[in-house]
C-alpha cells in the first residue's frame, strides 16, 4: 500500500517542483493542490482505520475497567489498603457490601450474594460462602467476604479473558492470507497498467506529457489497496470484541472461518444440555428401607466427586442420615464405585458395573430402572455381598434454553450429536426431550476423543460441547472446541470457544457470530476490489476519446477514501449484533 502512495504523491509532486524550476517540464506543471489533497485523503483513511480499531476495543477497555485500584488486605490482624498490584498470591483479602472484589481467591470467612454478570453474564447473584471461590471484577452485594488470593496481576481470570480477547483480536484468518497474495500480484499489475497508460497517451494517443502524467498518477492513487488491508482486521476485531461483550470468548481468528464450516455439534450431556445439579428423585429397595439404602450408598460414594455423587449425599444429608465409615475404596472409571463396609462387599453403579462385578440383580429393580430410564433419568444399583439391595433414580434437570438451542441449531443444517456415558435408555429419553439427531451413549470418559475422531473420519467438521475435566481431550481433538464457562478451569483451558453464561444458546450465538464476520470480511474484499476495478480504467483514460471523461488524482483519492469509509463501516455494523440468548432474555 505504502509503495502505491508513495509514488503517486512522489510523481505529482516532483512534477510540481521539475515544472517551478523549469527542468525537463514546462511551467504548466503546476499541481500541487494534488499531491497535498492525496496526503490528506491517506490520512483521512488512516484516521479511519484508526478509530475503526480503537471502537473495537471497547469490549477490552471495558473488562479492564472492572479491576479495582486498590485492595484491603488484613496482614498480621490489621487492615492496609494497598495497590491492586501489591496484592501477593496468599494474602486475606477484605471486600465489603457494594465493593469490587480486587482478585480471585478462595472465601476463607463470611458469604455474601456476588454479582458475577460482568463476567458470566448472568444477571442473578451467585452466593458465595467458605470454600467456593470469588472472580477479580466482580461485585459484593450484601455482607462482606474475607477470602485468600489464588489469582493476581496477570493470573487472574479476567486478565485471562482480556489477554484472549486481545490475541483473538490480532489473528490472521486464512482468508486474510489469500488476500495478502492476491495483493502480491496486484500491485505489479497495476505498476505495469499505470506506466502503459502513460506510454500509451503519450506516444500512440499524441497526449500531452502533463494529461499523461495525470493518468499515471491516478492510477496509482486509485488502486491503492488501502481498503483491502483494512477489510479482515476490522471485520475480526469487532466481530471478536461484540462476542466477548456478550460473553463468548473466541480464542482466535482461525475459529471463526471453522465455525462457518461447521456441520456436526456433539454435546456432552452433564453440565452443557443439563444444569450439572443432579438430584435424586426415586428409591426403590429390596430388602431395606429407602432411608438405608440411601445410607449405605451415600456411605460408599462419599469418597466419590461424581455429580451424581453429590446429588446422594445431599439427599442423605437433608433427611440426616449418619454415614459409616468405609475401607477399601475404589473407583471403577465410567462404571461405579465399591468399597468395604462392616466386613461386607458393596457397590454402587450402573447396570454394566453390577454385570462386571457380577452382582445378582432381581426383576423387580430392573422393572424399576427401565421405567425410570425412560424418563430420563440416570439410575445407580445398590448392593451389598454380591446382591442388588435397590436402585436410586437421579434426575439432571435439562436447561431451560437447551431444546430451543438444539431446533436453532438444526435449522441451520447441522447435525446433533449427544455423547454421554449413561445408558441407551437414558441417553435416548434426553435425546427425544431436546430433538438431538444421534445418540452415542455408555461411552467412557477416555473413549469420547475416540468417537470425535470417528465422526472426523467420516468426513464431518466437528464442534464439540463440554464443561468437564473428562472432556478436555475431546474439546482439544474437535475441529472447535466450545467450553462451557461455567465448567472446569481444564475444559476452559482446552477450548477454542468459552461460553461464558453456561447457556447453549450462546452456541448458535457463536456459529452465527462467525458467519456474519466471514460474510463480512467477504464483502469488505468485494468492495475493496470494486472501487480499483471499476475505477482504473476510467482513471487510465478509456472514457476519454469517447465522451471527453477524464479522472483527475485528487477524485481517486477521494474514491480510495471512500472505500475506506464503506469497508470500515460494513465492519462496524456488527457492533449492533445481539446473541439469540440476549434476544431470548429481552423477549
Known amino acids: 500500500m505504502d509503495v502505491i502512495y508513495a509514488m503517486g504523491i512522489g510523481v ?148 485471562q479473558i482480556v489477554r484472549m480477547v486481545q490475541q483473538a483480536q490480532g489473528a490472521r484468518p486464512n482468508i486474510q492470507r489469500i488476500a495478502d497474495k492476491v495483493v502480491a500480484w496486484f500491485i505489479p499489475a497495476v505498476l505495469a497498467v499505470a506506466i502503459a497508460a502513460f506510454l500509451g497517451w503519450l506516444f500512440i494517443g499524441q497526449a500531452t506529457l502533463l494529461f499523461s502524467l495525470t493518468t499515471l498518477i491516478a492510477i496509482l492513487v486509485i488502486a491503492c489497496p488501502c481498503a483491502l488491508g483494512l477489510a479482515t482486521p476490522t471485520a475480526v476485531t469487532v466481530g471478536i470484541g461484540r462476542a466477548a461483550q456478550l460473553g463468548v470468548l473466541v480464542r482466535n481468528g482461525e475459529s471463526l472461518e471453522l465455525l462457518e464450516r461447521i456441520d456436526t455439534l456433539v454435546f456432552d450431556k452433564t453440565g452443557t444440555v443439563t444444569e450439572g445439579k443432579p438430584t435424586v428423585t426415586d428409591i426403590v429397595a429390596q430388602g431395606s428401607t429407602e432411608d438405608e439404602l440411601l445410607r449405605v450408598c451415600a456411605s460408599v460414594e462419599k469418597g466419590s466427586q461424581h455429580p451424581l455423587a453429590e446429588a446422594v449425599l445431599g439427599e442423605a444429608s437433608s433427611r440426616g442420615l449418619s454415614l459409616e465409615a468405609v475401607e ?21 453403579g450402573s447396570g454394566a458395573f453390577m454385570k462386571e462385578q457380577q452382582i445378582t440383580v432381581s426383576d423387580k429393580l430392573f422393572k424399576a430402572q427401565e421405567r425410570m430410564e425412560q424418563d430420563g433419568k440416570t439410575c445407580l444399583f445398590v448392593s451389598r455381598a454380591r446382591t442388588a439391595i435397590g436402585v436410586i433414580a437421579v434426575s439432571d434437570p435439562l436447561k431451560e434454553s437447551a431444546s430451543l438451542a438444539i431446533g436453532r441449531i438444526r435449522k441451520k443444517g447441522l447435525k446433533t450429536v449427544l455423547l454421554t456415558g449413561d445408558n441407551r435408555r437414558t441417553a435416548e429419553a434426553v435425546a427425544r426431550r431436546l430433538g438431538i439427531d444421534q445418540v452415542i451413549s455408555e461411552v467412557l470418559p ?51 470457544i468459552i461460553l461464558m453464561k453456561g447457556n447453549p444458546l450462546d452456541v448458535v450465538s457463536a456459529l452465527d457470530l462467525g458467519r456474519k464476520v466471514m460474510n463480512r470480511i467477504r464483502w469488505n474484499l468485494f468492495w475493496a476490489f470494486a472501487y480499483n476495478t471499476a475505477l482504473i480504467p476510467l482513471a487510465a483514460g478509456v472514457l476519454k476519446p469517447f465522451f471527453g471523461i477524464t479522472f483527475r488524482p485528487e477524485l481517486a483519492g477521494l474514491a480510495m477514501a471512500m472505500s475506506s469509509v464503506t469497508v470500515v463501516t460494513l465492519s462496524l455494523l456488527l457492533k449492533r449484533y445481539t446473541t439469540e440468548s440476549v434476544v431470548k432474555q429481552e423477549g
Open 12 to 159: 505529482a509532486f516532483v512534477s510540481c517542483l521539475m515544472g517551478t524550476f523549469g527542468i525537463i517540464l514546462s511551467r504548466e506543471f503546476l499541481f500541487y493542490e494534488t499531491s497535498l489533497m492525496l496526503s490528506a485523503f491517506l490520512m483521512l483513511g488512516r484516521f479511519l482505520e484508526a478509530r475503526a480499531r480503537g471502537r473495537t476495543s471497547d469490549a477490552i477497555r471495558k473488562l479492564v475497567g472492572l479491576q479495582p485500584k486498590e485492595a484491603i488486605v488484613v496482614r498480621d490482624g490489621v487492615e492496609q489498603k494497598v495497590g491492586v498490584d501489591q496484592v501477593s498470591k496468599g494474602d486475606s483479602v477484605l471486600v465489603r457490601a457494594g465493593e469490587r472484589v480486587p482478585v480471585d481467591g478462595q472465601v476463607e470467612e463470611g458469604s455474601s450474594y456476588v454479582d458475577e454478570s460482568m463476567v458470566t453474564g448472568e444477571p442473578v447473584p451467585v452466593h458465595r460462602k467458605p470454600g467456593e471461590r470469588v472472580i477479580g471484577g466482580t461485585i459484593v452485594k450484601n455482607g462482606s467476604l474475607r477470602f485468600r488470593a489464588t489469582g493476581v496481576g496477570s493470573e487472574t481470570f479476567l486478565a
Open 328 to 348: 477399601d475404596f475404589d473407583t471403577v472409571e465410567g462404571r461405579g464405585v465399591r468399597a468395604t463396609m462392616n466386613g461386607e462387599l458393596t457397590g454402587v
Open 446 to 496: 477416555q473413549e469420547k476423543t475416540a468417537e470425535v475422531q470417528r465422526l472426523q473420519r467420516e468426513g464431518a467438521v466437528v464442534g464439540f460441547v463440554g464443561d468437564g475435566i473428562n472432556d478436555a481431550p475431546a474439546l482439544a481433538q474437535a475441529d472447535i472446541g466450545f467450553a462451557v464457562g461455567t465448567g472446569t478451569d481444564v475444559a476452559i483451558e482446552t477450548g477454542d
